[in-house]
């Protein structure tokens, strides 16, 4: 069964600054990788995925994030970051002939001024 | 034109009740899913279900009985509510065997307060 690990139950930064949010996941077979925000009180949404193909996604808002199958690692960043992307960011996996979708225990990013 | 929609948005009951939420897709995917995030946000999958047939079902109490009458709906009915029935219930849908290839979409998610 795959799982899915975010190493930072909080990150807070100040506006305009870089950040990384870090995931790591562990299957043995082919997996396909997703980031989703939620923002305070709303639903989920994705921001990025990896399919296959290229291993630096771009996403919405300015995000991107990068797969490193050796690392297993599908962390998510952001160049400089801004108050509006204070929100929970949940790194996400479902195999490539499955359907369940394996969260992390997700990543609260907070901005500040 | 919402892809997902989930009914109520909240939902204010007393222990002991019984009480539904309703999930419409119209992405034409085949697959829906019931989610469930507690207090400390951590996200879990209940049910799964495909063409109206049930595909998933984690270790979830009886009580709680998911269905859909076609491909379109996936329906979740609580009997008996507890307190630690509170949280927050996200529906989604997919393709299956797609998923990776055409996403997940969620729906805004229902708040369940038992009280």
């Known amino acids: 069964a795959q799982s899915v690990t975010q190493l930072d139950s909080q990150v807070p930064v100040f506006e305009e600054a870089p950040v990384e949010l870090r995931c790591n996941y562990s299957?043995?077979?082919?997996?396909?990788l997703f980031w989703y925000v939620q923002y305070p009180n709303q639903g989920l949404q994705l921001l990025l995925k990896?399919?296959?193909?290229?291993?630096l996604v771009k996403g919405i808002n300015g995000f991107e994030a990068e797969f490193n199958k050796s690392q297993t690692s599908f962390h998510l960043r952001k160049p400089s970051v801004h108050i509006s992307d204070t929100a929970e960011y949940f790194c996400?996996?479902?195999?490539?002939?499955?359907?369940?979708?394996?969260f992390g225990e997700g990543t609260q990013l907070t901005v500040n001024p | 034109d919402t892809a997902v929609s989930q009914t109520p948005k909240y939902l204010v009951t007393q222990m002991g009740n019984d009480k539904s939420i309703k999930c419409e897709q119209n992405l034409g995917h085949d697959t829906m899913y019931w989610y469930k995030q507690d207090s400390k946000k951590f996200l879990k999958i209940m049910f799964s279900?495909?063409?109206?047939?049930?595909?998933i079902n984690e270790t979830v109490p009886n009580r709680f009985s998911p269905k859909s009458p076609d491909k379109a709906h996936l329906n979740l009915h609580i009997n008996s509510l507890e307190l630690g029935d509170s949280a927050v219930y996200f529906c989604?849908?997919?393709?299956?065997?797609?998923?990776?290839?055409?996403?997940?979409?969620f729906g805004s998610g229902t708040r369940l307060t038992v009280v």
């Open positions: 989604a849908s997919s393709r299956i065997g797609g998923g990776g290839n055409y996403g997940y979409t």
């Open positions: 299957s043995s077979v082919s997996v396909y």
């Open positions: 279900y495909n063409n109206k047939e049930l595909i």
């Open positions: 990896y399919l296959s193909g290229s291993t």
């Open positions: 996400a996996v479902t195999l490539d002939s499955g359907s369940r979708l394996t």
